[in-house]
């Protein structure tokens, strides 16, 4: 590794806005019809370099980490060698804010390779350090730093130091983040000028937080015992969605399906569970108390109106407390450490590094002198405490095993300390889910503007709502602290979005939504500023069954990569999908030529049909076709998995064991037959990639599909 320079600073802002304005020349100005950035920041104003040297890995390039003076503000660049280097850079914005050092883990750990091949520099800062949740959506600090501040001065910086390192030269820079990064990229886009373009996918919207959760949240509930029956009937081959289910069962499921949760995430319910509500559900108690009074002694609410709907599964269970156990004793006691503090596999250790960001051994559970009643609906319930020096405050509860109640780590009321340090042996606790009951239907009372179509099914014909409604909508506060305001639609550069059809936590219908604002705002330039992808079969986060989902991170490295052409060299992108939304469901196009949008389309049979129906070591004959939509490349892969479905015991292994050889093309026809020996039902798939064919020798920007089929063997 060569040392370059050290500890370098720039004084002002005026610094940064004057090298950007240097390299604004008309020449320099291109084909973007995007204005030269100009953006400077009052407190982010003195970058300094701490590390500056080559580095040889993943390829030789130039690693830079440094930040701006007087803040905890960090980024990290790797810029590489002149020769690879094409005039820009791509900034990932992480989806909470962490390390700079962690915040390019994406694209499978490849973000640098991914940039160099794209002749780009790679881009990540720590979004002003704060690494505490709770604590970026705090009053104490300005949202607005971990959304787009801090990104923005590094955005400017990385202009000022490629100018050093390269030349001069226009820039041009492109932001994208997913989730809460998605939310940051949107507030980037509409509140700086930093970028020319930027790149939100499986983006939320103010719907998501509280009120997408807690519909999730009741039809994970009540349909808990019908969930597999569901989940079949989703499946290529399956039946009718509502058979077998009562009348109540088949409101909860309709009503949650036209308030925009994707039906066809239900076959991932188990490895879904219930994401952020961990940490959401006690901002919403502490942000809205009044609600979860109201909810059971008020007409209008559910749990008034109906309690019936209640009796077999309320629990208000008092007890006593054996005994408190302490951090120090909570291997030996059996109990899991908060997620991302190690491993099971040393629990001692977890436990050690937990405690070790409180200085001292804290109480982390209480041992219960009787359990509440075998088969209990718990999930989320509150340990409410009613003696003792810490009686009128409440906790949310983690876990309860073999008499043992863990807490939830980011309590209300006060830190965790402050009440569990006082909780004795003796005190009288509560064991009580009548809040997250509660919370289960408070959308129905925390309707947002009609724009937000998914909640109209609860207004009456004059638009007044049906069921009565809070006096503050709490969505915004939830939001605070991913972005200081609410987006509008409005802003400067060009934008692809890339939504997932398959997401349990970004619901696809966001991105229609904003589309429309969008629209609205930008009138007749819309077409030369923005588009919608959508990607299908593909979800929020980790693949929980590579048979049923893609690793979209094909679609964005493309997404990317168009931007960067429509921004630069004025290349219109493949059009946007196309689709409609149906009762709070998007709906896609049947075919590449139609949906257009960046993914290949794959149409497969067995026997001619969704599902087939054969004896053991009769043969399956699977015919497929798969097209690309126009200006999207070719087919260049084409794997079969056909040993899969309930009967497999790890679908996480790999499946797609028969390999095709494809000759590259917009139009692939496959035939291939199998025979199955053992009885059971199997969803075989077809798992595709297309590229275009400046990508073909990389192994990046491959879009991925599939095709699935049911072939129930007697």
């Known amino acids: 590794m060569t040392q370059v320079d050290r500890r370098t600073f720039l004084r002002d802002t005026s610094a940064l806005g004057a090298a950007a304005a240097a390299l604004a020349s008309p020449a320099a100005a291109g084909l ?24 040889e890995t993943p390829s030789r390039h130039r690693y830079v980490h440094g930040g701006f003076k007087g803040t905890e503000a960090r980024f990290l660049l790797h810029l590489p060698p002149k020769e690879q280097y094409q005039g820009r850079f791509f900034q990932h914005n992480t989806a909470i804010p962490t390390s700079e050092l962690q915040a390019g883990a994406i694209f499978g750990n490849s973000f640098e390779s991914f940039c160099f091949d794209s002749g780009a520099i790679a881009v990540v800062t720590n979004q002003g350090g704060f690494t505490n949740i709770a604590q970026v959506g705090s009053d ?55 970028w020319e373009g930027v790149v939100p996918f499986i983006h939320g919207n103010a719907h998501a937080w509280p009120n997408s959760y807690a519909g999730r949240a009741r039809a994970q509930r009540v349909l808990k015992a019908k969930m597999a029956h569901i989940a079949d009937a989703i499946e290529p081959g399956g039946g009718d969605i509502h058979a077998g289910l009562t009348p109540a069962e088949r409101d909860v499921l309709d009503e949650v399906t036209k ?34 009074e109201l909810f059971w002694k008020t007409p209008g609410y559910l749990g008034h109106d109906d309690p019936a709907a209640f009796t077999d599964v309320r629990v208000q269970h008092r007890v006593k407390v054996k005994r408190v156990i302490l951090s120090s004793e909570a291997a030996a006691a059996g109990l899991q450490a908060p997620r991302g503090k190690g491993t099971d596999a040393d629990p001692d250790l977890a436990w050690r590094t937990f405690q070790a960001d409180y200085g001292a051994p804290l109480p982390v559970a209480i041992e219960l002198e009787a359990m509440p009643p075998s088969g209990s609906f718990l999930d989320m319930a509150n340990i409410n405490i009613l003696s003792g020096p810490s009686a009128g405050k409440w906790i949310v509860l983690g876990g309860l095993k073999n008499n043992i109640a863990t807490f939830q780590f980011s309590p209300a009321g006060g830190s965790l300390r402050d009440i569990t340090d006082r909780i004795r042996p003796g005190d009288e606790v509560q064991i009580d889910n009548s809040n997250i009951l509660a919370y289960e239907t408070y959308y129905r009372h925390a309707l947002l ?51 997932n059809l398959t997401d349990w936590d970004a ?19 819309f077409e030369d500023r923005y588009r919608l992808y959508y990607t299908d079969h593909a979800t929020h986060g980790p693949m929980p069954d590579p048979t049923r989902v893609i690793d979209f991170s094909g679609v964005l490295q493309q997404a990317l990569r168009d931007l960067a ?43 001619g049909g969704v599902r087939a129906e054969v004896k053991a070591g009769e043969p399956v004959t699977f015919t497929a076709v798969i097209e690309t939509p126009p200006g999207c490349g070719s087919v260049v892969s084409a794997e079969w998995a056909f040993e899969t479905g309930p009967e497999v015991s790890d679908i996480r292994d790999n499946r797609f064991t028969v390999s095709e050889k494809i000759v590259p093309g917009s139009h692939v026809t496959l035939s291939r037959s199998h025979v199955f020996t053992k009885p059971g039902t199997y969803f075989p798939a077809l798992l595709t990639h297309a590229q275009r064919k400046e990508a073909i020798k990389s192994g990046f920007a491959r879009v991925a599909n599939l095709g699935r089929v049911r072939v129930v063997v007697t």
């Open 32 to 55: 973007t019809g995007v204005p030269v950035p100009t953006y400077s920041d009052p407190l982010f104003n003195q970058p300094y370099i701490d590390v500056d040297e080559w580095r």
């Open 140 to 194: 104490a600090i300005d949202p607005a730093i971990g959304s787009y501040r801090v990104a923005a001065a590094t955005a400017m910086y990385v202009r000022t130091l490629a100018a050093q390192m390269y030349g001069p030269h226009r820039t041009y820079g492109y932001a994208f983040g997913g989730s809460g990064g998605a939310y940051r990229t949107l507030a980037c886009a509409e509140n700086t000028d930093a």
């Open 259 to 292: 308030l925009g949760f994707p039906v066809r995430t239900w076959v991932f319910n188990e490895a879904m569970g219930i994401g952020p509500l961990t940490v959401l559900f006690q901002g919403i108690q502490t942000l809205d108390p009044e609600y979860f």
């Open 449 to 499: 503007t009609p724009d937000y179509y998914v909640d109209n099914q609860f207004r009456k014909a004059d638009g007044t709502p049906l069921y009565p409604q809070r006096p503050k909508l709490i969505a915004f506060e939830l939001m605070k602290g991913a972005t200081p305001t609410l987006p509008v639609g409005k802003f400067g550069c060009k934008m692809i979005v890339v939504q």
């Open 507 to 525: 619901h696809a219908w966001y991105a229609d939504h904003y589309r429309s604002k969008v629209r609205q705002n930008l009138g007749a330039r």
């Open 565 to 607: 052409a429509w921004v630069e060299k004025g290349v219109t992108p493949p059009g946007e999908t196309s689709y409609r939304v149906d009762n709070g469901q998007v709906v896609v196009a049947p075919t590449a030529a139609t949906r257009k949008g960046l993914q290949p389309v794959v149409t497969l049979r067995a026997n």
